[in-house]
């Protein structure tokens, strides 16, 4: 289930989603791998942002800036988190998460 993010990002601004990674058994876990992926709602990758890399952490911090929030793409967008981890269940789980958020149209911005 995807997770819907309440806060608006600037338009052309900048915009971080905070990822925070738990095992099973909600405990903090390192990924062993991590990718994300910025589309529209239809599923355009924007901005080329398409399987990107991220330094695995308990907590990874992914920064949207600019082009990555152009109205001009449409308001809404959807940031797809990849990687895998291990556990007491076994080594290279999936971790597949959603994210939607919506951009703030600002008036008389070119």
Do not use: C
Request: charged share 20%.
């Amino acid at each position: 289930m995807a997770t819907n993010l309440s806060l608006l990002a600037p338009e052309q601004g900048t915009y971080v989603i905070n990822a925070v990674f738990t095992d099973e058994d909600s405990a903090s876990v390192v990924p062993d791998s991590l990718t994300w992926t910025l589309t529209d709602n239809r599923g355009t990758v924007i901005n080329s942002r398409l399987d990107v890399s991220a330094t695995p952490a308990a907590s990874v911090d992914i920064l949207l800036t600019g082009a990555d929030l152009d109205i001009d793409d449409g308001a809404e967008r959807q940031i797809l988190i990849e990687g895998t981890y291990t556990s007491t269940l076994g080594s290279g789980l999936p971790i597949k998460e959603q994210a939607h958020f919506w951009i703030d149209d600002f008036v008389g911005l070119s």
